[in-house]
C-alpha cells in the first residue's frame, strides 16, 4: 500500500462504470504484456466484478487477514486477468507490477491465482473446484466462526459441466449456506467452441434450483441489475444464491466480442490499443467498496471433559483404522479446531467416534469425495484443522482436489482406511493399492503408515501440527500392538523393531507387512537368519539414515513387503534413498500387489499375492543363495 | 450352461412376483453363507430386477458377447448378491457356485461384480461410475453400433451425491441417449444411516428433470408399476429415462425392513432361516426374458482417402502434442474402430484434427474428465479404441474411473498433454507433475513419453494395439525431431541416443529433458566427459536391460532428470529397476520438480527448477568428484 490518494468509497453505479472499464483496459493491457492469458474471458465478468467490489464486497483491503472479511474466491481462476485488475484498483498492487509482474517468472501474479497473494484464499484453475472450496469457507462462517462474512465465487459457464459443482450446490442446500454466493459468467464460449448449454440461462437456472439454490437471472452488463441481484444476494437467508449472468465474451472491444477463436489469447499490440481507444483509453481509478464491521470470531475453549490419550495394552489386537478414531475423538478434546468429515463411512473409518463426541465440528459429506476434500481446504483457509476420512481407494475420486490443495498450501489431514487386499472378501474395487504413489506424488507432502494403536495414536497427533497436505493410511484388521504409549513416532523417523550385530538381511513393512515382516524374521531365525526388521511408518519424509545404517549393516540386501501395487509406494521410497546414497553393494527384493486380486480372506490374499511372512522368508533365501 | 431343464419365458407378473422371492432368498442364502455382503441393499431391488430380467431385459444368457443384447450395469456394485442371484435364475450359474463361491478366495463372484463374469460389463464397486459407463456403452449403441439394444443401470440413491452422476446424465442427455435407462433404488438408507434426500422423490425428480432426462417415479415393490415404467423407459426415444423407485431397504424380511443397521451386513444364520421362511422358503426356478432380434454391428470400413503418416524432418521442430493429433488423424484412417474424446481442450491437446477429419468418430465430453474416462471404457465394453485427450494435470480429476478401468480390464488411451513445469506461464494448476506417478501405479498400465514426432507417432500407433489402461504423456512446446520414420519403438524399449566406450556416466530423460540431456551431454563432451544417453520413452513398462547394460558401462553413474514430482515418475521406474538388478556399484542424481513452480517461460522454469542441461552437466560433475 504506497498509494496515497484517498480511494473513492460508496462509488455511484456511474463510478461503478468507469472502474468495470478500468477492469476491462487493465485486463487487456496485463495480458497483452504477457503475452498471453485470457482477456475476453475478463472482460465478459467485468461488470460484475465492478459492481460487487465497489458496492457489496465488505473487505478490508489493508486487513487481509480480518476474521471479518467477505471472501472473493475465483473458481474461474483463468480470469486471473480481472482479479489482478480488481488488486491493483483497489489499491493493493500497482499498476507497475501489473504490468511487468503479469505471467512473469518469478512473480507473484501468476498465470493463475493462488495463496502466494495474500487475498487470494484457494489457488484456482483447475476447473470446478473453486465453489467446491468456497462451500467450506461457508462451512466455517455459519458454523464454525459464526461470523456475517460471505462468500462470492466468480464460476465460469464452462465449469458447470463438472460434476464437483453439482457435488458442491447439493452440499450447500444441505447445509444452509445462505452465505455462498457463486456468480456464473455464462458467456456461453468455451476454450474451443460454444458450451454444452451457451445462452440457456433457464437450464443453468432449472439445475441450480433442483438442487437447493436461490437462483437470480440478469443481464451481466446491466449494472443496476447486477447491484440488484448482489443485494438479494448478499442478504443471507437459507439457501446458497446463484446469479446466472448472460454475459459477452470479450465485451467491451467489438472485434472480439461473442467470437470464436479468442479464448486464452492475449491480444495483439495494435489491437490492444484500438481496444483502449474502444473503452476510452487507460484509468486510474482508486476505489473502496465497504469494510465489514468489526467483530472477530469467537474464543473457541478445549471440550470440558476431554477423552482420555487412548492406550492399547501390548500384544492386544487393535486396527489401526479403530486408533485413528480413538485418537481423533482424543484430540477433539484438546484441540478445539480440530473439524472432521467422511464420505458416508465414518463408522467403517471410525471417525463416527468424533462424530458422536464433536457433533458440532462434524460435517457429514455423504459420496461425495471431491467435496470432502474442498471442504477440508475450505476450513483450512479459516484455520481449522481439518481431517477429512473416507476408504483409501476412494480417495482417487479427489486427487485433482488433493493436487490442488498443495498448491493452495492448505493444511488437510486426509485418512484412508481399508488399505491393499488386506481387506479380503470385497475385492479390488475397494482395495487403496494406488494412494501411497498418488499421495507421495503430491507437492510436500507427508504420508503415513501406521502398524498398531500407539503408533497410530501419535501420528494422527503429528497430522494436527503438520502443515500442507498429509495422508494417514489405515488398516482394516486388528494386528498385535507392538509399542506402548510412551513411544515416539516423529514423522521422518523410522522404528528398527529387531536388531543385532549379525543381521545379515533388512526387512521392511509398514501396516500388515510389518507384521509378515516380523513374522518373517521367526520363521528365520529358526534357520539362524538374523533378520533386520524396520517399521516404516513415515514413508514421506523418509527415514533415509536409518535406511542406510541397515543397509550398509546387512550387507546390502532389503527386503520391502508392501500391501501396494508396486509403483510408488514403500519400494520406491526405499529405493530412492538407497540409490542417491551410493552405498555399495545394494540388492533389493520387492514384495507388491502386482496382479489383479479378487476375494478372499485376508490371510489368503497376502499369500495370494506374495507378501505374506512366507513369501519374504523365501526372498530372502534367494538374497542370501 | 448345465441346466437341462426348459427355462420359463414371457414370465406374467405373478411368476415374476416368484422370482422377486428367489432373488431375495438367494441374495440372503449367498451371503449368509459367505458371512459378508450386502443382502438388504440386494432386497431392496429384487423387484426392479425381476420384473426387468423376466419382462424387458432383451438378452441372450447363452450368448453374453452377442452384439445385440441389451446391458445391464450395476452401478451399486455391492449388490453383487442380487446380481448374482439373476445369474442363477437364469441358469448362468449353478446354486452351488453362488453358495460356495461368492466372495471366496480364487472365486468368479466376487464381493463387487468384475469382468471377470462373461455378463458383467465393467467392475462397479467405487459408486458413481456404473452410469457412467452405460453412457459410454450407450454412445456406443447409438451412434456407432447403430444397434437397437438398451442400457439397462441399476444406481443406488446415495450415489446421487457423486458429482459423476450428473455428468453422466448431462452428457446423456445432450447425445439424447434415449437408449439408457437409469434405475434408481431409493431405498432411503445409506452405509451410515439416512441419506441426504431420504424419500423425497421428488427432489431427485427435478434434478433429473433439469439435467435433461425423462423422469418415472414409481413404488418400487409395485409390480405392475414398474412393469409399465420399464415398458415407457424401454421405448426409446431422445432423452435417457430414469426410472426413480421408491423402495424398502431389506423389503421381504420385516425385522431388518427399512431399519438403520443393517448395511453390508450378512443375516446370521438363524435370521437367515426366519427370513427364509417369511419369504416362502428356497426356490429354484429356472427363467429367461426376452431375446433379442439377430442382427449384427454394420461391417466398419476405413475411410476412403486416409491421411498419409505424418512425418517430419530431422531437426524440425515439433511439439509431441502436435506429432499426437497427426497421428490419432492418421490412424482415424486406417483404423475404423478408433474413437477420440476431449474434454474442451481439444485445439490444444491436438485431437481436434481427428475431431475434423472423423467428426462422427469424436465425442466432445465439454469439461467433465470422469465422463471422459468412462465414456472410454463403455466404449471398449464395445470393442471400440477410444483415445481420450486432456491435459495431464487433469486426468487428476478422473483417477478413480482410470483405477476402475484396470480392474474393467478395459483397454483405453489416454494422452495428457502440458506435462510439467515446461508449459511455462500459465503455472502450477496447469501443469501435469504427479500424472507419471498416478499412471504407473495402475494395475497393469502402460505409461509412455515420447520427445519427438516420429516416437510420437510410433507410440500411438502402438497404444492401438495395447490392451489395458496405456497413457502417453505429451509436451507443449516443439522440440527437434531426433528420429525418422523407419525408427521403431516398441512399447518396453529404450533409445541409446549417445554412447562411446568411454561413457563414465548415464544420462536417462524423456519428454523434454531427453533435449536437456543432449544438450548437457555436449556441455560435458567440451570437457572430456563423455555421456551416455538414454530416451526411456517407455516408462512403464521399462527396458531393464539396457538400463543395467549403461549402469554397468558407465561405473553405475547415473542422472535421470524429469519434469515431474521426483516420486513415481521416471527416476523411481529407475531406481525400481536397477535396485532389483544387484548391479555394483551404483549411484543415481535424482533431478525432478522439488518445490511448488510459479508462471515463467519453459527455459526459466526449466532452469529453476534444476532439471535443465546446466543441472544435469553438474550433477555429472558431482557424480565424478
Redesign the interface.
Known amino acids: 500500500m504506497t498509494d496515497t490518494r484517498q480511494p473513492a468509497t460508496d462509488l455511484s453505479l456511474d463510478e461503478v462504470a468507469e472502474l468495470s472499464a478500468q477492469l476491462r483496459v487493465d485486463s487487456i493491457r496485463s495480458s497483452t504484456s504477457?503475452?498471453?492469458?485470457h482477456p475476453t474471458s475478463s472482460m465478459s465478468a467485468a461488470d460484475l466484478l465492478a459492481v460487487l467490489v465497489g458496492r457489496h464486497l465488505r473487505y478490508d483491503w489493508d486487513r487481509p487477514e480480518a476474521d471479518t472479511n467477505d471472501h472473493l474466491i475465483f473458481s474461474k481462476?483463468h480470469a486471473s486477468p480481472l482479479l489482478y485488475s480488481v488488486y491493483k484498483a483497489v489499491g493493493a498492487i500497482a499498476d507497475d507490477e501489473l504490468m511487468t509482474g503479469y505471467?512473469?517468472?518469478?512473480?507473484?501474479?501468476?498465470?493463475?491465482p493462488?495463496p502466494?497473494l495474500p487475498w487470494v484464499d484457494v489457488?484456482?484453475?483447475?476447473?470446478?473446484q473453486g465453489l467446491p472450496d468456497a462451500v467450506g469457507v461457508a462451512l466455517a462462517g455459519k458454523y464454525l466462526d459464526k461470523l456475517p462474512y460471505r462468500v462470492w465465487v466468480l464460476c465460469g459457464d464452462?465449469?458447470m459441466?463438472?460434476?464437483?459443482?453439482?457435488?458442491a450446490l447439493?452440499k450447500a442446500s444441505?447445509y444452509r449456506l445462505g452465505n455462498l454466493v457463486a456468480l456464473v459468467d455464462v458467456n456461453r464460449l468455451?476454450?474451443?467452441g460454444p458450451?454444452?448449454l451457451g445462452w440457456n440461462l433457464d437450464?443453468y437456472a432449472?439445475?441450480a434450483?433442483?438442487?437447493g439454490a436461490k437462483v437470480i437471472s440478469v443481464d451481466g452488463h446491466d449494472l443496476p441489475a447486477i447491484d440488484l441481484a448482489l443485494h438479494a444476494a448478499g442478504a443471507g437467508g437459507d439457501r446458497p444464491t446463484v446469479i446466472l449472468a448472460k454475459t459477452v465474451k470479450g465485451k467491451g472491444f467489438s472485434e472480439v466480442e461473442d467470437h470464436e477463436g479468442w479464448h486464452g489469447k492475449a491480444l495483439p499490440a495494435e489491437m490492444a490499443e484500438r481496444a483502449l481507444v474502444e473503452l476510452g483509453g487507460e484509468r486510474n481509478l482508486l476505489v473502496r467498496g465497504p469494510v465489514p464491521a468489526f467483530d472477530r470470531r469467537p474464543e473457541l475453549r478445549p471440550a470440558s471433559a476431554a477423552a482420555p490419550r487412548p492406550a492399547y495394552a501390548l500384544g492386544e489386537k487393535v486396527a489401526t483404522r479403530k486408533a485413528y478414531g480413538d485418537a481423533l475423538k482424543w484430540l477433539g478434546g484438546i484441540h478445539p479446531r480440530v473439524v472432521a468429515m467422511d464420505c458416508?463411512?465414518?463408522?467403517?473409518t471410525h471417525t463416527?467416534e468424533f462424530a458422536h463426541a464433536y457433533p458440532e465440528r462434524y460435517f457429514e459429506m455423504?459420496?461425495?469425495?471431491?467435496?470432502l476434500i474442498a471442504a477440508a481446504v475450505g476450513l483450512s483457509v479459516r484455520h481449522y484443522v481439518p481431517f477429512a476420512s473416507t476408504f483409501a481407494?476412494?480417495f482417487?475420486?479427489a486427487?485433482?482436489f488433493?493436487?490442488?490443495a498443495?498448491?493452495s498450501?492448505a493444511s488437510i489431514r486426509l485418512v484412508g482406511s481399508h488399505a491393499g487386499v488386506e481387506i479380503g472378501?470385497?475385492?479390488?474395487?475397494?482395495m487403496g493399492?494406488?494412494d501411497l504413489?498418488?499421495m507421495?506424488?503430491?507437492?510436500?507432502s507427508t504420508v503415513l503408515y501406521p502398524s498398531d494403536g500407539p503408533s497410530t495414536v501419535a501420528l494422527t497427533k503429528e497430522m494436527a501440527d503438520r502443515p500442507g497436505v498429509s495422508y494417514l493410511r489405515t488398516t482394516r484388521g486388528g494386528y498385535p500392538t507392538l509399542y506402548s504409549e510412551d513411544d515416539e513416532f516423529p514423522i521422518g523417523g523410522a522404528k528398527v523393531l529387531r536388531s543385532t550385530d549379525d543381521d545379515v538381511v533388512t526387512l521392511i513393512g509398514a501396516g500388515v507387512t510389518l507384521h509378515e515382516c516380523l513374522a518373517a524374521a521367526d520363521e528365520l531365525a529358526r534357520e539362524n537368519i538374523a533378520a533386520r526388521v524396520i517399521d516404516l511408518y513415515s514413508v514421506?519424509p523418509v527415514d533415509t539414515e536409518t535406511l542406510i545404517a541397515a543397509a550398509d549393516a546387512t550387507g546390502g540386501r532389503?527386503v520391502v513387503s508392501e500391501d501396494h501395487?508396486?509403483?510408488?509406494?514403500l519400494?520406491?521410497?526405499v529405493?530412492?534413498a538407497?540409490?542417491?546414497s551410493?552405498l555399495?553393494?545394494?540388492?533389493?527384493?520387492?514384495l507388491a500387489v502386482r496382479?489383479?486380486p479378487?476375494?478372499?480372506?485376508a490371510h489368503?490374499?497376502l499369500e495370494?499375492v506374495g507378501i505374506s511372512a512366507s513369501h519374504i522368508a523365501r526372498a530372502v533365501r534367494a538374497l542370501l543363495a
Open positions: 504477457a503475452g498471453s492469458g481462476g505471467r512473469r517468472f518469478g512473480s507473484r501474479l501468476q498465470g493463475h493462488t502466494i489457488a484456482t484453475g483447475s476447473l470446478g464452462s465449469e459441466a463438472e460434476g464437483s459443482i453439482w457435488e447439493d444441505h468455451g476454450q474451443r458450451t454444452e437450464a432449472r439445475r434450483e433442483s438442487f458416508e463411512v465414518s463408522n467403517s463416527d455423504y459420496i461425495a469425495e471431491q467435496q481407494a476412494f482417487t475420486r486427487y485433482d488433493i493436487r490442488m498443495a498448491i498450501a472378501a470385497d475385492g479390488p474395487s475397494q493399492l494406488e504413489a498418488m507421495r506424488a503430491v507437492q510436500g514421506k532389503i501395487h508396486p509403483e510408488g509406494g519400494g520406491s521410497a529405493a530412492d538407497l540409490l542417491a551410493g555399495t553393494p545394494l540388492r533389493m527384493k520387492h496382479e489383479l479378487g476375494s478372499g480372506a489368503e490374499l495370494a
